[in-house]
């Protein structure tokens, strides 16, 4: 292909928004000199990725050609797959490391040859690590092994060993390690001075000078060597960390011996470490395999009292602070310099600084939640108009800061006595905490308040009274609008939900594509109702006939072998039976047989601009003669509309839930059902799945009305939209319902088949036939 | 009449089960019964509530006649029934009818199980009337004093369909059951099966790690029972790996990633 055809060719298969001339060219350029085979198979990607994003897009043209040349025709799918994966779940900078090298990061993976990869394992290790620490939020891919106590930062892909059940076991040999680092307050250890053996500090620094609390690092930068005293000290927690693995996860630790003195192996020689270095190096590798190795060539009456004082338990990050002054002391006396020695693989570098940062993130994030949590039980104290400017009368002030001295007192002496430390409070303070007075009305601590403020005296001592004055004054300017208001067509509801959407070309999903709003339909007060059930006047009295009979009532069953009563009939000629010397029946039961109609069903209503006019008017005739005949039915349903526009925008409108009754509201607002905007169907329907898995039903139907193609107005066209429309029904049916579509229009199309599944529709080419067809349709669908 | 009296006799605890108390629920039931209020027991699968239920028969020396409630439980089978015998219908007392004639302890067990219209029957017996009326019959029972009615279910399940209603709740006395706190769970384990203290403490604290697993999927962690089981199969000689996985992290998901996940803190801790 020349340039100006590969142009042509690119831009056909993009989907608005197109690039301009100039812009396609440009990133079209690494591709224009390849052979028109290549460019072929290039371009055939582009339709997958170019919705995704237009950075990638233009990424994976760049570095396409490079990367294909590793790859065959039939891997290029898969590989582009993976990289949509990676882009959803990382972003464009992994997706474009991850085309970087082919190689490595993808045929490697396919061969089964490297190592183990964070991502395959977080799945298995995630609620792994949450059932020792709950607090813990997730892994992060880094370097370097280390925690910031909220993430645990673990090396991406792990090749060390040979065998994946190593990796696996050293990934999880890491995570164990880490959580006991962050389970013993490694991170956040702060070191009383005092608390310190007197005398032992290292030269230069007077102990008496220091007063305040040490941080790790200051601590470290108390010695001359603060690396030196770091690494000592990293490894004095990690023998605490060691000890602990070793005691409460012996099944581990057992099973990580042959790990760890493979990766003792592993460690550089000690012949080309200065002496200080070779110290600490012993240290590691006896922390790491619990021996010690030979051939050191050092002092060994010194690296005895080395061991013999590293050895010593310690119960606390003070201990080990303990352990580090006097192992510094002692390496101190070996002359040369300390280069720094590997970190114990698993154990990593500490953080503190990390550590303390999310600390801080947390205490924010729990004042703002007390803050809001304490304002929204607290009585209006000041009057709704309090956040005005207005001339404050001194009393009323004086009575806030009194109910603000009340409730701190009263906050943190819940604290006092969940200690049960009541031994030297008077009578009156005893008194349960657990709820305030204030201004009359009687508030209750919430669980939730309770929760927070134990959380905050956990970590600050006291719950400060700022957050209380804070409290008062955000319960004063009362509470904030809610979520989610009018828009015109319907009143919102919910937070909006997300959807991934299928993607035929990728076989795969893009992830948390479809954001959908859930709205209620605003009812419409007119004629129409009445109109419909004046017209259908003797169609109505035959349906309703018609839904009393499939209505199961309960049943006698005769002749059984138990039952709760006797059958009498039975019992008369099993007697007479008898005397006539025949065998007598057993079968002399009756039982009260309910097989009840245990289904429900939710109508899925097309509310997009097509159906303006008489087909919407038929659907909704439709929906009102079925209303009036499964009331009779006494069938749980549901109603829903949707609409909307862009991935961005699915409107799913709540007519009738399964909990309310079909009344004249509801009728209402089947009349308020008018054509909105686009048809996404992808989310619609799986939004209305996931509301009937939640049902209680033994049958669950999904009805969906609609006419024609599903069509919304960005690349939500043709195969792609067929193709998502039926995932999102082959999900419902596996989610255990059973969709059912009816589709309107004036001819029947091939696709049809394809996207409903052969016995899975009806097809109405005279919209008239609607409101009679239907209730037809489920008397068969439902008997 | 004879015959019934004969297979009350059945129900009767004569061996002291083993209850290790968690709190002040044997005294609750036992000031229930002197005051002739039912009982409501809630509490998690698998946390000691019929356990506590036969001990508590035991000491106040009362048959405890069990019906395991499910779906199809009907009224006859809770009250009785007419059967044919030797071509004569003869009245069988159901279990209730028999704790009520008898002054015996009766505990339903998953009373949510059973459908709303058949737990109704336990209304007049759950007030001060004490009465079971039985249709059938036209016979309106009284129950002595030493009956006893007690119901129990778990709340854990959340369903809507599977709540107790308030005209039955609220005619109970309730104790809320958990599972025990570890140093108890631990002596209840080790005693309960036989094992080592060492192994006793481990299982505990796998049973630990399931339980902060709730909100991650897992509907509930590993309960008491469960870890008596493992524990039972650990010391019949079974390796410790494979005893757990078979009681417990098989028992308590089919979701493969979590299952991994648990069988990950098996071979942790064992």
Request: hydrophobic content about 40%; aromatic content about 6%; charged content about 30%.
């Amino acid at each position: 292909m020349n340039p100006e055809e590969l142009k042509d060719r690119f831009l056909e298969i993009l989907t608005p928004p197109r690039p301009s001339d100039w812009e396609a060219e440009e990133n079209l350029a690494p591709v224009a000199a390849l052979p028109e085979s290549r460019q072929d198979l290039i371009l055939r990607q582009v339709g997958a990725i170019w919705p995704v994003s237009n950075s990638l897009c233009y990424s994976y043209l760049a570095c396409a050609d490079k990367a294909l040349s590793c790859l065959n025709e039939a891997q290029v799918s898969g590989w582009v797959a993976t990289l949509l994966d990676i882009y959803e779940k990382e972003g464009l900078k992994a997706a474009q490391t991850f085309m970087a090298d082919v190689e490595s990061n993808y045929l490697c993976l396919l061969r089964g040859e490297t190592g183990v990869r964070l991502a395959d394992v977080a799945p298995r290790l995630l609620p792994y690590a949450k059932s020792i620490l709950k607090s813990l939020e997730s892994f992060e891919k880094a370097e370097e092994v280390s925690t910031d106590t909220a993430s645990i930062y673990l090396p991406g892909k792990l090749a060390i060993f040979a065998g994946e059940a190593e990796n696996f076991l050293l990934y999880k040999l890491i995570i164990t390690c880490q959580l006991s680092l962050i389970r013993g307050g490694t991170c956040l250890a702060s070191i009383d001075p005092a608390a310190l053996p007197a005398g032992k500090l290292p030269t230069g620094t007077l102990s008496a000078s220091i007063t305040a609390r040490l941080e790790l690092e200051e601590l470290w930068n108390l010695f001359p060597d603060p690396r030196l005293a770091e690494d000592i000290f990293t490894l004095a927690e990690g023998w605490r960390v060691s000890l602990d693995l070793a005691a409460n996860f012996p099944g581990l630790w057992r099973d990580c011996h042959a790990l760890r003195e493979d990766l003792v192996k592993r460690r550089p020689p000690l012949s080309a470490m200065p002496e200080k270095s070779r110290v600490v190096e012993i240290l590691s590798r006896y922390l790491i395999s619990g021996r010690i190795p030979t051939g050191h060539d050092l002092d060994e009456e010194r690296l005895h009292h080395v061991i013999d004082r590293f050895d010593q338990a310690a119960e606390s990050a003070a201990e080990s602070a303990a352990k580090l002054l006097a192992l510094y002391e002692l390496l101190n006396q070996i002359r040369g310099t300390y280069e720094p020695v590997e970190p114990v693989f698993y154990l990593g570098r500490l953080k503190p600084e990390q550590a303390r940062r999310v600390r801080m993130r947390k205490r924010a994030g729990s004042r703002d939640k007390f803050i809001k949590a304490l304002a929204a039980i607290l009585p209006d104290s000041a009057g709704p108009d309090s956040g005005e400017k207005e001339e404050s009368e001194p009393g009323k002030d004086r009575a806030r800061v009194d109910s603000e001295e009340a409730v701190a007192l009263l906050i943190n002496r819940t604290a006092a006595e969940d200690k049960t430390s009541a031994a030297t409070e008077t009578e009156e303070d005893r008194k349960p905490g657990r709820h305030i007075i204030l201004e009359g009305p009687e508030v209750e601590l919430t669980a939730e308040l309770k929760e927070l403020s134990s959380e905050i005296r956990a970590d600050l001592g006291q719950v400060p009274e700022e957050y209380i004055s804070a409290a008062f004054g955000l319960a004063g300017k009362g509470a904030p609008p809610p979520a989610g208001a009018d828009d015109g067509h319907g009143a919102g509801l919910a937070a909006s939900v997300t959807y991934d959407e299928w993607d035929f070309r990728r076989r795969g999903f893009r992830k948390k594509w479809c954001v959908l709003n859930e709205k209620r339909v605003l009812p419409v007060k007119g004629t129409f109702v009445g109109h419909t059930l004046e017209k259908y006047r003797g169609l109505l009295i035959k349906l309703k006939k018609q839904f009393e009979m499939l209505r199961c009532t309960e049943r006698l069953l005769k002749r059984q072998r138990d039952g709760d009563d006797i059958d009498l009939d039975a019992v008369i000629e099993s007697i007479s039976d008898l005397r006539a010397g025949r065998p007598e029946s057993e079968k002399l039961f009756v039982r009260l047989s309910r097989d009840e109609r245990d289904i429900a069903v939710l109508f899925l209503i097309d509310m997009s601009a097509s159906t303006e006019g008489w087909v919407g008017d038929a659907l909704k005739e439709a929906l009102i003669l079925m209303g009036e005949a499964l009331e009779v039915l006494g069938d749980r349903f549901a109603i829903a509309g949707f609409s909307g526009m862009r991935r961005t925008r699915a409107d799913f409108y709540h007519v009738k839930d399964f909990s309310e009754k079909y009344n004249e509201e509801i009728e209402r607002r089947i009349a308020g059902i008018a054509p909105q905007e686009y048809t996404r169907m992808g989310p619609p329907v799986r939004h209305a799945t996931k509301i009937l898995a939640e049902a209680e039903a033994r049958v669950k139907l999904l009805i969906v009305l609609s006419d024609g193609k599903p069509e919304d107005y960005d690349d939500y066209k043709g195969d792609y939209a067929i193709e998502d429309t039926r995932h999102a029904l082959i999900e419902a049916k596996a989610a255990g319902v059973h969709p059912f579509c009816i589709t309107i229009d004036q001819q029947a199309h091939d696709y049809l088949a394809h996207m409903y599944g052969e016995v899975n529709y009806i097809f109405l080419d005279r919209v008239s036939d609607l409101p009679i067809r239907m209730p037809a349709i489920y008397r068969n669908l439902t008997t | 009449m004879g015959k019934n009296i004969q297979r009350l006799e059945e129900h009767l605890i004569t061996e002291q089960p083993f209850y290790l108390p968690q709190g002040d629920e044997l005294i609750i039931g036992e000031s229930a019964y002197r005051f002739k209020i039912p009982l409501l027991l809630k509490g998690p699968t698998g946390c000691g509530k019929t356990r506590f239920m036969q001990h508590l028969a035991w000491k106040l020396k009362r048959p405890l006649v069990t019906v395991s409630c499910h779906d199809d439980l009907s009224t006859g089978d809770l009250v009785g029934r007419y059967l044919i015998k030797g071509g004569e219908a003869v009245w069988v007392d159901g279990p209730l009818t028999l704790a009520v004639r008898h002054g015996a302890i009766c505990y339903l067990d998953e009373v949510v199980e059973a459908r709303k219209d058949t737990t109704v029957v336990i209304h007049p017996l759950a007030d001060d009337r004490r009465e079971l009326p039985i249709e059938k019959r036209g016979e309106l029972l009284t129950a002595p004093p030493e009956f006893m009615l007690v119901i129990s279910y778990n709340p854990g399940y959340q369903s809507v369909l599977k709540d107790l209603k308030q005209s039955t709740r609220q005619r109970f006395i309730s104790i809320e059951f958990d599972y025990p706190e570890t140093g108890l769970e631990t002596d209840i384990v080790c005693h309960e099966s036989g094992i080592d203290r060492e192994t006793g403490v481990l299982l505990v604290r796998l049973a630990g790690m399931t339980r902060q697993l709730k909100d991650e999927g897992l509907p509930e962690g590993a309960s008491t029972r469960l870890l008596i089981h493992a524990a039972k199969l650990i010391g019949s000689g079974m390796e410790k790996r494979r005893a757990c996985r078979a009681a417990i992290t098989e028992t308590l998901t089919d979701e493969p990633e979590l299952r991994a996940a648990v069988s990950e803190m098996v071979h942790s801790l064992f």
